[in-house]
């Protein structure tokens, strides 16, 4: 059993900042890319930012420069720092993991957390 949980939501006004983390737990013997999406009601979840094993990330334009996603292979936890932030990034955040359970790539699977909610009020 996989688990991913997240913290770090809430509410905060335009300009300021929140910290998201998701760490994973169970059964693991690798995690290659993590990352987050979000999303809004009637919208397609949106790709927002990926980490991989060695540390490459990518964003989605609208975010670049302003949020910044990292990782901890370690305690096997991604987070994301989401600074200056504007009442349109306002959503549901979701972390995702890629997470191999055995020495086998045939048991590598996505799972997610359960969303953390983002508002920011203008």
């Known amino acids: 059993q996989v688990q991913l949980v997240e913290s770090g939501g809430g509410l905060v006004q335009a300009g300021g900042s929140l910290r998201l983390s998701c760490a994973a737990s169970?059964?693991?013997?690798?995690?290659?890319?993590m990352g987050w999406y979000r999303q809004t009601p009637g919208k397609q979840r949106e790709l927002v930012a990926t980490?991989?094993?060695?540390?490459?990330?990518n964003y989605v334009d609208s975010v670049k420069g302003r949020f910044t996603i990292s990782r901890d292979n370690a305690e096997n936890t991604v987070h994301l720092q989401l600074n200056s932030l504007k009442p349109e990034d306002t959503a549901v955040y979701y972390c995702?993991?890629?997470?191999?359970?055995?020495?086998?790539?045939?048991?590598?699977?996505?799972?997610w957390g359960q969303g953390t909610q983002v508002t920011v009020s203008s």
């Open positions: 995702y993991a890629d997470i191999r359970v055995s020495s086998s790539y045939r048991t590598q699977f996505r799972y």
């Open positions: 169970g059964t693991i013997f690798s995690i290659n890319a």
């Open positions: 980490i991989t094993s060695g540390g490459s990330t």
